[in-house]
């Protein structure tokens, strides 16, 4: 299957800072990318859409401000969790979409584990 | 709207024994199905998919999995469990075409007895 690529695996950032999370398709040009959050012992809840040279859509209750995400190109999507703290701490997965089989199927990336102290 | 509903939050098996994890969802065309497995601090595996066709899908690890359009019902099985199976195992619903997103269940939590 096709390859999605996070980075950082894992971050430990100063409360009030910012931290940026890139999602990379690595081997496919994703226009649709999607970012999930899961706290520990739950499952993944959708954040947000990114769409390529588009502004992101995002799920009901999201902070739009809080969560900021580029999609700047067609293998880079980045969410930057601004002004950080400590209930921003999870584990963030994000998703590209690979339509170039024809199916649009979606490929998860390993994962970003943000702890805020 | 899409949703997926796994009954169980937690299972505990022995050994060589037989499991079932149970996976109900909500879709309003032909669904598309995924478990996928997590383990502690990782990421997710994709285990098996169901797009179209033979309703009995065959995964990775020895895992399956039969899709049942008149219970709405995407259950997992393995004849016979593995300590290295224990994990959070995840059903999700939809993940393919332009505008679907993936919708996963509350998960599953599989403990395996020695």
């Known amino acids: 299957g096709a390859v999605v690529s996070q980075h950082p695996s894992w971050v430990i950032c100063k409360s009030g800072t910012s931290v940026k999370i890139e999602c990379r398709s690595l081997?496919?040009?994703?226009?649709?990318m999607f970012w999930y959050r899961q706290f520990p012992k739950q499952s993944l809840m959708l954040m947000a859409t990114?769409?390529?040279?588009?502004?992101?859509?995002?799920e009901q209750g999201v902070e739009k401000d809080k969560f900021l995400i580029n999609h700047a190109s067609l293998t880079l999507s980045t969410l930057t969790v601004t002004s950080a703290h400590p209930e921003d701490s999870s584990f963030y997965i994000c998703?590209?979409?690979?339509?170039?089989?024809?199916?649009?199927?979606?490929?998860f990336g390993e994962g970003s584990r943000l702890t805020v102290l | 709207a899409q949703s997926v509903t796994q009954p169980d939050i937690h299972i505990t098996v022995s050994e060589g024994a037989s499991l079932e994890l149970r996976c109900n969802y909500s879709?309003?065309?032909?669904?598309?199905l995924f478990w996928y497995v997590q383990s502690p601090g990782q990421g997710l595996q994709l285990l098996l998919k169901?797009?179209?066709?033979?309703?009995l899908v065959q995964g990775i690890k020895g895992f399956e999995a039969e899709f049942k359009r008149s219970q709405s019902s995407f259950n997992l099985r393995k004849p016979s469990v593995h300590w290295s199976d224990a994990a959070e195992y995840f059903c999700?619903?939809?993940?393919?075409?332009?505008?679907?997103?993936?919708?996963f269940g509350a998960g599953t939590r599989l403990t395996v007895k020695p």
């Open positions: 998703s590209a979409r690979d339509t170039s089989s024809g199916k649009g199927e979606l490929f």
């Open positions: 081997d496919f040009q994703a226009t649709t």
């Open positions: 990114s769409n390529e040279g588009s502004k992101a859509t995002y």
């Open positions: 879709y309003g065309a032909t669904p598309y």
């Open positions: 169901y797009f179209s066709g033979d309703t």
């Open positions: 999700a619903v939809g993940g393919l075409g332009n505008n679907n997103d993936m919708r």
